[in-house]
């Protein structure tokens, strides 16, 4: 039995959105290691800060957002396995997935430190959010009727 085409097309979605976190969850590494933006970003809101200290909190960073990048991949691959195995569940499941991954991302892009910057540099605050594109794209398709042919 052939799959629904809307959930073929929200498998679709869910992979891409899967690639999108491993590629955002890895961004920070390339960052630490060419053009440091975090660690350019927490010297400009703590000046006094040696760089002892701002490497820690740097690399504090690097370990919260590859746990959330983490737990994005976890819950990508749990989403369309569900969808794939045909769950009843899986269109809630996928939208309360949603809404978990735009609230962390709106957090890392709004939450301001105590610097009154945000912890984030807006760059990766933005990247954070790309892969709820995906999200959207596959929650949209999960709710819609299919078409009758």
């Not at 594109?133 to 398709?141: D, F, K, N, Y």
Request: charged share 10%; glycine share 10%.
């Amino acid at each position: 039995m052939k799959k629904p085409l809307c959930a073929r097309g929200a498998l679709g979605a869910m992979y891409a959105g899967l690639a999108l976190t491993v590629l955002v969850t890895i961004a920070p590494y390339v960052d630490h290691s060419t053009t440091h933006l975090l660690a350019d970003h927490i010297r400009a809101g703590y000046p006094t800060y040696p760089q002892a200290r701002v490497d820690s909190a740097a690399t504090t960073y690097l370990v919260v957002l590859s746990v959330i990048g983490a737990l994005g991949v976890l819950a990508w691959l749990a989403t369309a396995w569900a969808v794939k195995a045909g769950k009843w569940w899986a269109r809630p499941a996928a939208t309360v997935m949603f809404m978990l991954g735009i609230s962390v991302g709106l957090a890392g892009l709004l939450t301001k430190d105590t610097s009154g910057a945000t912890g984030l540099p807006p760059a990766l605050g933005w990247a954070g959010m790309i892969p709820c594109l995906a999200g959207i794209v596959a929650v949209t398709l999960l709710w819609r009727r299919p078409r009758l042919t």
